[in-house]
T-cell receptor
Framework: EAQVTQNPRYLITVTGKKLTVTCSQN?????MSWYRQDPGLGLRQIYY???????DKGDVPEGYKVSRKEKRNFPLILESPSPNQTSLYFC?????????????FGPGTRLTVL | GQSLEQPSEVTAVEGAIVQINCTYQ??????LSWYQQHDGGAPTFLSY????GLEETGRFSSFLSRSDSYGYLLLQELQMKDSASYFC????????????FGAGTRLAVHP
């Protein structure tokens, strides 16, 4: 089954404790992105990647890091989480071979930073 | 910069037709997309308009007018399962998957 997977799905952590949210897709997509979703603000892009070792900042990159060492994986790293990073996070992938505009989203990771 | 505006809430009854509008301001335009998100779920792609006019996919249609910087999503024969949030999105300059989303329109369908 073609899908984007994220782990963990739910995470409660404390301020300053480094964490990584993993994202993996099995569709051989070139493009991957991370979004955060907050009430009333819609989806805001954190980082995006157009291929292995090619990443760039989205609208809200502060406090986050990403890496793209393999085509299928795009982990999101919070080096020192803070309470304002409490949010719902989505990973997404897409391919120019299919459509630049159709993003396939993972199930989401709900993060709470205390 | 880029920004999109859409109504925060829309209410309709089963069987009716509803239109969700989206106006955008972008420094470059590469088309307008629409996504649906049910409570607790992930966004799913509905449609894309790269050129002016109407695109139809079953009960859903999407329209774009580039001269007016405006688009809409039209949902016909509404069903209870259409209750969800709907987001318009544009591709921003800087990358093919650099996307800007609107804040979303919550559609409530009543019997």
């Amino acid at each position: 089954e073609a899908q984007v997977t994220q782990n963990p799905r739910y995470l409660i952590t404390v301020t300053g404790k480094k964490l990584t949210v993993t994202c993996s897709q099995n569709m051989n997509h070139e493009y991957m992105s991370w979004y955060r979703q907050d009430p009333g603000l819609g989806l805001r892009q954190i980082y995006y990647s157009m291929n292995v070792e090619v990443t760039d900042k989205g609208d809200v990159p502060e406090g986050y890091k990403v890496s793209r060492k393999e085509k299928r994986n795009f982990p999101l790293i919070l080096e020192s989480p803070s309470p304002n990073q409490t949010s719902l996070y989505f990973c997404a992938s897409s391919s120019p071979q299919v459509s630049y505009n159709e993003q396939f989203f993972g199930p989401g990771t709900r993060l709470t930073v205390l | 910069g880029q920004s999109l505006e859409q109504p925060s809430e829309v209410t309709a009854v089963e069987g009716a037709i509803v239109q969700i509008n989206c106006t955008y301001q972008t420094s470059g335009f590469y088309g307008l997309s629409w996504y649906q998100q049910h409570d607790g779920g992930a966004p799913t792609f509905l449609s894309y308009n790269g050129l002016d006019g109407l695109e139809e996919t079953g009960r859903f249609s999407s329209f774009l007018s580039r001269s007016d910087s405006y688009g809409y999503l039209l949902l016909q024969e509404l069903q209870m399962k259409d209750s969800a949030s709907y987001f318009c999105a544009v591709r921003a300059p800087g990358g093919y998957n650099k996307l800007i989303f609107g804040a979303g329109t919550r559609l409530a369908v009543h019997p």
